[in-house]
């Protein structure tokens, strides 16, 4: 390391949720650089972001010199530089799945859900706010119902996506099934992913990550 981390960060961001919940299980201490994604037209496409992160998105981690862009980047980088606790398993076979359904996740429902998709959604095709919901909750469901098939009766289970530490699936995991909640999906057919995020939600490191703990956070949800 060289420097004080800081993370461009947006409390109500399932992606820096992420990333908040890495830095806490990695005991790293870390200067929050609010960026708003929705006040005055989003800060996120302010030119001073831009040059800073050219896609206009949060997370962006900075470390001294370095610019590290993408939640799993971000994650797999601080995993190298601090190996304990690890976040990845310790064999290919493992990581590898670790990896994929950490993908269920930022690579499959998020992407379809955040909130330019969503703007997009509303002004170009001007979709209505229930046909915006429901299709959230729709890709919703389809990818936790795989991510749930994969760790139902899985022998690498526990009480994380992988055995008995948490990583970087349960980082993903977390922050998702918040947003199922925050629109109203029905997540009982996810029985062993709410265990797990019980599991989660019992550790510090993930309640001080939750969106409602975050200093631009507003006091309603506080």
């Known amino acids: 390391m060289s420097g004080t981390l800081r993370l461009y960060d947006y409390w109500r961001s399932s992606a820096a949720y992420r ?24 800060e996120q496409r302010r030119s ?24 799993l980047a971000i994650i797999e980088y601080l995993d190298e ?43 170009e095709l001007e ?6 919901q429901a299709w959230m909750r729709h890709w919703m469901a389809e990818g936790l119902a795989a991510m749930e098939a994969e760790v139902v009766d899985h022998p690498s289970s526990g009480s994380f996506c992988e055995g008995e530490l948490p990583g ?3 980082c993903c995991l977390v922050p998702q099934l918040y947003n199922a909640r925050r629109f109203a999906l029905d997540l009982s057919p996810y029985p062993t992913l709410q265990r797990i995020d019980a599991n989660c939600s019992a550790l510090e490191a993930f309640r001080d990550a939750a969106p409602e703990r975050q200093p631009d956070a507003p006091d309603s949800v506080r």
């Open 19 to 42: 990333v908040r919940i890495a830095l806490n299980l990695k005991g790293l201490d870390y200067e929050s650089v609010p960026v708003h994604l929705v006040r005055d037209g989003g």
């Open 48 to 71: 001073e972001f831009l040059t800073l992160n050219p896609q206009g998105l949060v997370p962006v981690l900075v470390d001294g010199e370095r610019v590290v862009r993408q939640s």
């Open 81 to 123: 530089l601090h190996p304990a606790p690890p976040l990845l398993p310790s064999t290919a076979r493992d990581r590898a799945r670790v990896r994929a359904l950490a993908q269920i996740v930022a690579c499959d429902i998020h992407p379809l859900n955040n909130l330019r998709v969503m703007q997009y959604l509303e002004r």
């Open 127 to 132: 979709a209505t706010e229930m046909q915006r």
């Open 168 to 170: 970087l699936a349960d």
